[in-house]
């Protein structure tokens, strides 16, 4: 009976807010633009019963994801995510990675403070984060001045509103994500494993291609996917430090949705968007699955 | 004519593969390795053998090259081996961890280190297929290291190491991980292997048995020192100090003041009983502090005082270690002191002839003791 | 003998540098003179006495505190049981969706979320408001709880829980006086995760509020999407403030604790 309890309160709570919603967008994802509030039609009426249901169903149609494959709008937006999503994350790879290393290596004692330091910024606002580099990267802003300054430049960069902006800022939000797990890999591999491939005749550099990195390859792909995952549905970074012509599907969704009012349209965009992720969040599971068999 | 018995350390034209030189190992102020000199031959099976903490596996890893002697050489075939990184040097190590690379299968394991050294494919293949059979694990040659067995692991660690064919392997407590009936099965397989390829191991290990049934000789050690190298015989039946002859086996230490007679040496150990006599070619002063040191099994229990024997003591039976094969009698002197006896059980337990609290009278023979000065 | 290489000194200080430089220019500019932020006018803390009569700002950050609160308590307890649900309750029908709809929320995109629940409030003709935005955080917070919760439950001795039930206890009572007092700092963990996490959203938050609820972070970005304010920068510091105050006493208190019981046991060991 308590068990029941226990299990039934958050099992209705997740179905209601959570399964419900996504049922109600894809229900409108198959539904037709309307101007009427809401502004889309099949409407159910539940007072139709059994034949209302049906009708319901008869009007669906795929019309708006054809919709999506014939404006090269939506197709742009979510190649170009991906792609912005796939830079980001090699760049935070190799900027992380030295960092997880250089952490793992550094003496027992700092490295409690130094996990601290990388889960910090984590705790402070995102939104403030992403706008710290709007005063960096402008026109007038620190970098600039700073490059000027130095004689390093002529004119002004310009950094923000593009994609390398749009790059910063990724890799700088979720660096840590990076970092974490690539560091939880090194830190727990065995010393003598490097002593092992030196006295079998490695040097110190061939023993980190064919050790240190085979065996925090599980931190890599974990790293990676928290990157990468969140960055393809990115909108607050796009929308702040990138430009007009960056194309990301997180921020044209918000458009469709907010400016054009198209429900409809927007929730298939989102439909078609968590289609593309589940590929990368099933093998990501799987990543999870097999390191715990391993570690179990 | 009869077999050559195999003792390079007696032979003086035999020149040594490793020669310590005068080592010390400091670690901040604290002194691992004490200055030590002394050499180990070709084809010998050498133990290091000590508690923990006493400077053993500094030792080794000197060998192997992860740490670099303070003060003095190590030399290998004549030449000087600090100059040489690990990754350069013809000694291979057998890990305490094992430490087998987990992302690769036993076969890549122990083609690693034939890989770095350039060999071509059809040589490492049939030097890897060599190793497997005579580690005997062809069957797992796919399997990770996580899909085996503990005892496999040891074996795949012990092929990677012998793989490339080392002047020397080292094996830092090849055998701790196992439980005790497998150690003793693969304590024969290495002796074996050992013999078969007619490499130099060294091992280091605290279980004194395992130094005993294994090496050819033993090097007992205490805090950074090598206090007695010999062969295991030796090291058991003349031990050349009190902490050696407690450190193997079980041993009673009696402490006394002795004088000379008859080619060895009366030990007055205790006011109220008569002293003890040991034959001995130890040169010591007449009233000096000695310690005689007597092994178990070398002690006769018997209920009637025994005619033939010089030493003999009465004691009263405190404690019974019953282990089946044999039986330890702690037996109480009426001063208070503790000899330790054992005898055989070659009869059932029913016909058991002593008891605790029993009256019996301890023996033995002249020769049975060794007498120690420190 | 670990021993730092230049290099990794090096990945550090520049690792480092990259993290918490950008955050130190905000701190830096936020006593600016100037208006125009770039440009360094002389000091002056007027921008805070600015934000802080600004009843536009304290009415967002007053809804947001309430809203942070409200929700990430809802979704301790809730995210408490779906973890015990998800380690302890064995089999049950629809185990698989349950599982996967805690999970779920951690990698769905902001936007979709929103959308969604946005799309079921007006479904059911709910009302937007500060109402709504708790719905939503408690539901994606809920989740980011029990995944912390249930990481600790798993490597919790099981034979606990058994001793207290062996030595008379209610099941309920064992969880109570045994289990609870042992997964506490995952439980307050968890709460803190869910609070920063709803203190911190922007995107739900704009889909789930209506006009008449505005949190900080809404305010914020409608300010900062046409460009970089110095109020918002007097804003950023006192957050980071905030945020570094909290995570140094944490610290402090976690060390202290843990300094305190080698000392007990050391203490314990002389007898």
């Known amino acids: ?296 | 004519m009869p077999e050559k018995t195999f003792e390079p350390w007696n032979d003086p034209t035999e020149k040594p593969l490793i020669e310590f030189k005068g080592v010390s190992k400091r670690f901040g102020s604290f002194t691992a390795i004490d200055n030590q000199t002394f050499d180990i031959y070709a084809k010998e099976f050498f133990a290091l053998l000590g508690p923990s903490g006493c400077g053993k596996t500094t030792m080794m890893r000197m060998l192997a090259g992860f740490e670099a002697p303070t003060e003095g050489h190590i030399l290998l075939g004549g030449q000087d081996m600090a100059p040489i990184p690990p990754n350069k040097r013809q000694v291979n190590m057998m890990f305490q961890s094992y430490a087998l690379f987990p992302h690769l299968s036993v076969w890549e394991n122990i083609a690693f280190g034939l890989k770095r050294d350039g060999k071509d494919k059809a040589t490492i293949a049939a030097r890897v297929d060599a190793m497997l059979k005579l580690t005997r694990l062809e069957k797992f040659s796919q399997r990770k290291p996580h899909q085996i067995s503990g005892g496999q692991r040891q074996r795949v660690a012990l092929a990677r190491s012998l793989a490339k064919a080392p002047k020397l392997l080292l094996l830092d407590e090849p055998l701790g991980a196992l439980d005790a009936k497998l150690r003793q099965e693969t304590q024969f397989e290495l002796m074996d292997i050992q013999e078969k390829t007619g490499t130099t191991f060294v091992i280091v290990t605290h279980d004194q048995e395992e130094a005993m049934t294994v090496a050819s000789r033993v090097a007992v050690m205490d805090d950074g020192r090598i206090v007695q190298v010999d062969t295991p015989d030796r090291i058991y039946e003349n031990p050349n100090s009190t902490y050696v002859a407690d450190f193997i086996g079980d041993v009673t230490i009696l402490e006394g003041r002795v004088t000379p007679v008859d080619g060895g040496f009366d030990l007055a150990f205790a006011e109220d009983q008569p002293a003890i006599y040991a034959k001995s070619s130890q040169h010591l002063a007449s009233g000096q502090t000695a310690y005689l040191a007597i092994r178990p099994e070398k002690v006769s229990v018997t209920p009637e005082k025994p005619a033939d024997r010089r030493n003999v003591i009465r004691g009263k039976i405190l404690d019974i270690a019953y282990l089946g094969n044999l039986s330890t009698y702690h037996v109480a002197l009426p001063g208070g002191q503790i000899i330790k006896a054992q005898t055989a059980n070659t009869r059932r337990l029913a016909n058991r002839p002593f008891t605790w609290e029993d009256e019996v009278w301890l023996s033995w023979t002249d020769t049975a003791a060794v007498l120690l000065e420190r | 003998m670990i021993r730092l290489s230049w290099f990794n000194v090096t990945s550090l200080t520049l690792g480092f540098a990259f993290l918490y430089l950008p955050m130190l220019l905000l701190i830096v500019y936020s006593f600016n003179e100037s208006k125009l932020v770039t440009v360094w006018a002389g000091f002056s803390t007027k921008w805070y006495g600015e934000l802080l009569t600004n009843d536009a700002y304290l009415d967002a950050a007053w809804v947001t505190i309430q809203v942070a609160v409200i929700s990430s308590t809802i979704a301790t307890v809730l995210g408490t049981m779906a973890a015990l649900v998800l380690i302890r309750a064995g089999r049950f029908l629809g185990r698989t969706l349950f599982s996967g709809m805690i999970y779920a929320p951690l990698v769905m995109p902001e936007v979709i979320t929103g959308l969604s629940l946005l799309l079921l409030f007006i479904g059911i003709g709910l009302d937007r408001g500060v109402f709504t935005i708790i719905l939503a955080h408690t539901t994606f917070s809920m989740c980011y709880v029990s995944v912390v919760v249930s990481a600790r439950l798993m490597s919790f001795d099981k034979s606990l829980e058994e001793a207290a039930l062996d030595l008379g206890c209610s099941p309920l009572q064992a969880f109570r006086l045994v289990t609870l007092p042992i997964i506490a700092p995952s439980v307050i963990s968890g709460w803190l995760l869910a609070f920063t996490l709803s203190l911190d959203d922007l995107v739900i938050a704009s889909f789930t509020a209506g006009p008449s609820a505005t949190t900080l972070p809404i305010k914020v970005w409608s300010s900062i999407r046409l460009g970089v304010s110095p109020e918002i920068n007097a804003l950023s510091t006192i957050l980071i403030g905030i945020v570094a105050v909290g995570v140094i006493v944490a610290s402090l208190i976690s060390k202290h604790t843990m300094l305190r019981q080698l000392a007990d046991e050391n203490a314990a060991k002389r007898g």
């Open chain 1, 1 to 296: 009976m308590r068990r029941a309890l226990l299990i039934v309160v958050p099992y209705l709570w997740l179905l209601a807010l959570f399964l419900v919603p996504f049922v109600i967008v894809l229900k409108i994802a198959l539904s037709d633009y309307n101007l009427s509030i809401p502004p889309y039609s099949p409407q159910y009426d539940p007072s139709s019963g059994w034949q209302g249901l049906r009708d319901m169903f008869a009007a669906f149609d795929f019309e708006n994801f054809v919709f999506l494959t014939e404006d090269d709008l939506y197709w742009k937006a979510y190649l170009s995510s991906l792609q912005i999503a796939l830079i980001s994350t090699l760049l935070s790879l190799l900027v992380g990675y030295p960092i997880a290393y250089a952490m793992a290596r550094a003496p027992e004692q700092w490295r409690p403070t130094l996990m601290m330091l990388v889960i910090l910024p984590f705790w402070t606002s995102f939104l403030i984060r992403v706008y710290a580099w709007k005063g960096i990267l402008s026109t007038e802003g620190y970098l600039n001045q700073l490059l000027l300054g130095l004689g390093a430049i002529e004119q002004p960069l310009t950094i923000l509103n593009t994609d390398t902006a749009v790059y910063i800022g990724i890799v700088y939000t979720y660096l840590p994500f990076m970092i974490l797990p690539i560091y939880a890999a090194l830190d727990k591999m065995d010393g003598s494993l490097l002593e092992a491939a030196e006295d079998l005749g490695c040097s110190r550099l061939s023993a980190f291609w064919l050790v240190t990195v085979p065996l925090s390859r599980n931190g890599i792909i974990a790293g990676s996917f928290l990157v990468f995952i969140p960055a393809v549905g990115e909108f607050v970074i796009p929308a702040l430090l990138g430009g007009s012509d960056t194309l990301m599907i997180g921020k044209v969704l918000y458009e469709e949705f907010f400016n054009n009012r198209d429900w409809p349209v927007a929730s298939a965009v989102a439909v078609i968007l968590l289609l593309i992720l589940v590929i990368p969040i099933v093998l990501f599971q799987r990543n999870q699955q097999k390191q715990r068999e391993l570690d179990g």
